[in-house]
């Protein structure tokens, strides 16, 4: 069996053929159809020529239970042939401009796990969870299993239950037949030269020398189901080091691969729809009482939807401002004259209560002391909202996660945070808290970051932390719901309105992420310099991942940001057109975030998990191969089959929670586990995640799947 | 006539038949006869294509997946910001509940889709032929509804929903559409 590998045999059958348009590759289907070859002629020979002697001497069932397995290994081999496994249909994207839009990756949080969905460039859009592009079929197929040549065929999320009962079913009946042939061969061992002996003899050694990788294959599914993982999933090593997201417990995977219904065909469906007649003149949502106030007092100069937000929480901020505290000193944005004064709408915004309905939910009894400061609000509140809407998102979550208890134990980096809301700037350093929430000036910045915090002296931080959050609460207008929502709103398939051009590995010189110095690089110099404390290359952002963050406030800043980054594009791209300086740099601030938050939430993991582990050490893991050259020894073709197409992606393969190349996939491990199905890698994220920060700050290196090198400042 | 044409590609369109056109007049290319016949033609059209009655798609809003509890089919409740202007949030919000909970009914492991897979392993799977599974049946009722929805709510406001199974169960993708009747700007 290991010898027909397809492409052994197809590079002398494929090559004379002539180039036609869709090029017909007879190598694909020489392993299917010796699969068909063998598995049909073996048992039709043994019907023939042992059956007959077997239903004399034995009884009549046996020839029938060898048929009814038989014929159901047949059935499900024809399934796991023909079955499409669940193959996406291409996404549709306006423009071919987009793909270069679109981020390389997007984060997904799955039951509290950071999952990466990156984008397909072939089939334009995010890959699902647990979805994988197969080379050999050019799709993207839901659940991924493998591409299996036996069938010719991908193995997804619609065809993996016939296969996995074809492997079942293919092990029973190589058994049946070599034991059976067995029974005949022992019985009639002084008449061996006889045809049927001969035959019968022939049909076994076929029957034996299947029936170890098939068993090992089988064996490996078994293990496979029970521990809920896809064989791609196992491969790639994606769950070797952390907790797999996908899995509901034994039973309920078992139950999920064979009980669950079938799933539908995303191909060729039959679309009935009709056309839908949409005409004008078209109804409007009616306005709130508050809304039509807004709109009473607005200006008139930009949109309804802006100022309608904006001047709710105006207006509620106004109210509340002249009674509960004196308007606070003056901003010093002085030191930016460059900066409109936008700025001061954000800082102000910024320090108190917040300036959309959704930060005003979380803090609402705060002052907005840069009210008086910001007398035109709407034009510049908006572009203020636009620019810094990039960041939109940790605000919201810190606040909202600074009234969970167990954020009281947070450092004080995050409970300046929170007192953001609360505090005034940079001058409420007097409250006894860390620093204020200023916009996303870089004057404000500078001022903050000669703040200590109190508790603890994370310089470092308050200064990209203000930074991310005067951006984010300034732009947080579109978070109305901000914990739950970790998948950022994508305003296209993942690339149209994203107008952001973002490359992998982008990380701007200044580490700074807020818009408004991406805009003015000129003030980038204060960032610069507050960025250096961190690390010289790594974003202000990840530094200000404390390393006792939560992975929840984390997932939250990320599912955050994703929000803010993209919802910043679409609404906002004619502005963004008209000024040109931003779209350069603001694909590298959404592909920044991603980027962060990838470090983040891979921090957070790490970190969260070391400490559950006294045993780790904080050393780098050492360089291994890649783990497809480590795969199952037990189906070398298999192994073959899946390694070109895991190839392609390197570092796809990368689970948020997984930094750490661990050593070679062993399979002895597959044997279930002494509990049953609770997977072994559990116990391998605590001594394998172990890529803490030093205390004492700096970059770690860390190597993750695949050899990818990854820097953490810590 | 510029700021009638939002459509980009009507309006490079017309900017490239223009041109065209302009080369002729100006005699700088030397033109066949049926090539000017075409371009005038395609001047034409696009003039008049602005005076049919099919209000243009301004944008698409795209309600992603939501992941949080798994691979199971659930989708954002969260309301898009281009729709604020458009639709009630209840209403969307309902939409998308409403859908959530179908396709929940859809993929519930129950003792209905188990029966389901034992009768087509009893019968070598060709039960497939003659039967429509539990899903496809559940998606249907998903058709019906969004059908029913963009006839009720969603045309009248200028959207339109797609069926998420169009897009491989990955998105819900919302088509706004221009409002020309009122100068609202969006």
């Known amino acids: 069996m290991p010898g027909f590998s397809g492409g052994v045999i197809g590079g002398g059958v494929g090559g004379p053929a002539s180039a036609p348009p869709r090029p017909f590759r007879p190598s694909r289907y020489v392993p299917v159809s010796a699969a068909t070859t063998f598995l049909v002629g073996a ?41 499409d496994p669940g193959i996406f249909p291409r996404g549709k994207t306006e423009g071919d401009t987009d793909d270069f839009r679109a981020p390389l990756y997007k984060t997904v949080e799955i039951r509290g796990i950071q999952v990466r969905m990156k984008w397909c460039s072939t089939c334009r859009f995010y890959r699902p969870p647990r979805c994988s592009h197969c080379s050999v079929c050019d799709n993207c197929v839901e659940d991924f299993d493998h591409h299996c040549p036996w069938v010719n065929n991908c193995i997804g999320r619609r065809n993996y239950r016939y296969f996995f009962l074809f492997l079942l079913s ?8 070599f034991g059976f042939g067995l029974v005949y061969v022992l019985h009639h061992r002084h008449q061996l030269d006889t045809p049927h002996a001969a035959v019968t003899m022939a049909v076994m050694c076929v029957a034996g020398l299947f029936f170890v990788p098939v068993a090992g294959l089988t064996g490996f599914h078994i293990v496979l189901v029970a521990r809920g993982r896809t064989t791609n999933e196992q491969v790639t090593g994606k769950f070797r080091g952390g907790v797999n997201p996908f899995t509901k417990g034994c039973l309920r995977n078992i139950s999920h691969v064979l009980c669950s219904p079938q799933a539908p065909r995303y191909l060729g469906r039959w679309r009935g729809h009709e056309a839908l007649e949409v005409q004008p003149p078209f109804l409007r949502p009616s306005l709130t009482e508050a809304q039509l106030e807004a709109k009473v007092l607005d200006n008139g100069i ?21 009674d509960i505290e004196p308007p606070p000193p003056p901003k010093p944005d002085f030191r930016y004259p460059g900066l409109p004064r936008a700025d001061t709408e954000e800082s102000s915004l910024l320090t108190n209560a917040p300036p959309t309905p959704s930060m005003y939910k979380y803090r609402p009894a705060y002052s907005s002391p840069g009210r008086n400061h910001a007398t035109p609000p709407h034009p510049i509140k908006v572009q203020s909202m636009i620019r810094g809407e990039s960041l939109d998102s940790p605000s919201p979550s810190i606040l909202q996660s600074s009234r969970q208890p167990s954020y ?14 609360g505090g005034v700037g940079v001058h409420r350093g007097e409250r006894g808290e860390g620093p204020g929430g200023p916009g996303g000036t870089a004057g404000v910045v500078s001022g903050v970051s000669g703040y200590s915090l109190t508790r603890r002296s994370y310089t470092s931080y308050p200064s990209s932390l203000v930074l991310s959050i005067g951006g984010s609460r300034s732009s947080s207008q579109r978070s109305a719901q901000t914990v739950h929502n970790p998948l950022a709103t994508l305003q296209s398939e993942g690339t149209t309105d994203t107008s952001y051009k973002s490359l992998a590995n982008q990380t701007p010189r200044n580490g700074s992420l807020s818009y408004d110095s991406l805009l003015t690089p000129s003030e980038s110099p204060e960032f610069e310099s507050a960025a250096h404390e961190l690390s010289p290359q790594n974003s202000p952002l990840q530094g200000y991942t404390s390393p006792f963050l939560s992975a929840q406030i984390a997932q939250q800043r990320e599912g955050q940001l994703l929000q803010g980054s993209t919802t910043f594009s679409s609404p906002h791209r004619a502005y963004l057109r008209a000024v040109s300086p931003p779209t350069p740099s603001s694909p590298e601030a959404q592909h920044l975030l991603q980027h962060k938050q990838d470090v983040i939430s891979r921090n957070t993991r790490n970190l969260s998990s070391l400490s559950s582990s006294p045993g780790a050490h904080p050393l780098e893991p050492p360089v291994s191969p890649p783990p497809r050259g480590l795969s199952l020894s037990k189906s070398p073709s298999y192994t073959g089959e899946a390694g070109p197409q895991h190839k392609p992606r390197p570092a796809g393969g990368v689970y948020m929670f997984e930094v750490n190349h661990l050593t070679s996939i062993s399979l002895s491990p597959l044997s279930p586990s002494p509990n049953g199905c609770p997977t072994r890698s559990t116990s391998r994220p605590v001594l ?26 810590v | 006539m510029w700021f009638l044409t939002k459509q980009f590609a009507v309006r490079r369109y017309f900017t490239h038949c223009l041109s065209a056109l302009i080369d002729l007049v100006c005699g700088t290319k030397r033109w066949r006869t049926s090539e000017f016949v075409l371009a005038s033609l395609v001047f034409v059209q696009t003039h008049s294509l602005q005076d049919l009655q099919q209000p243009a798609v301004s944008s698409k809003v795209y309600v992603q997946r939501d ?19 458009r639709l009630d949030k209840q209403q969307f919000d309902e939409t998308i509940q409403t859908l959530n909970n179908l396709y929940a009914e859809a993929e519930k492991l129950g003792g209905k889709s188990y029966l389901e897979g034992c009768l087509a392993c009893v019968t070598a799977y060709t039960i497939f032929l003659c039967m429509e599974t539990h899903y496809e049946k559940v998606l249907k009722k998903i058709a019906r509804y969004i059908k029913d929805q963009n006839e009720k709510i969603y045309a009248p406001r200028g959207l339109l929903l797609t ?4 897009r491989g169960l990955r998105v819900v993708e919302v088509t706004i559409f221009e ?8």
């Not at chain 1, 009281?408 to 953001?420: F, K, N, Q, Y």
Request: hydrophobic share 35%; charged share 15%; aromatic share 10%.
């Open chain 2, 67 to 85: 992941y949080s509890s798994g691979t199971i089919c659930k989708f954002q409740t969260k309301f898009p910001s281009e729709l604020e202007s």
């Open chain 1, 170 to 177: 293919l092990t029973t009946h190589i058994m049946n037949i």
């Open chain 1, 408 to 421: 009281r134990s947070e450092p004080s980096s995050l409970d300046g945070a929170t007192v953001v809301g």
């Open chain 2, 179 to 186: 409002d020309r009747s009122i100068g609202s700007g969006r």
């Open chain 1, 302 to 322: 930009h949109n309804d939807r802006h100022s309608t937000r904006s001047k709710i929480s105006l207006d509620q901020m106004e109210s509340q401002s002249a």
């Open chain 1, 43 to 83: 048992t039709t020979l043994f019907f023939c020529f042992t059956c007959p002697w077997l239903s004399e001497s034995i009884s009549s069932v046996v020839p029938f239970y060898i048929a009814v397995i038989f014929l159901f290994t047949l059935a499900n081999f024809c399934m796991a042939t023909f079955m």
């Open chain 1, 688 to 713: 394998a995640n172990h890529s803490t920060p030093k205390p004492g700050g700096g970059v770690k290196k860390v190597t993750g799947v695949g050899g990818t090198t990854y820097e953490i400042s």
């Open chain 2, 163 to 166: 069926d998420p199974i169009e």
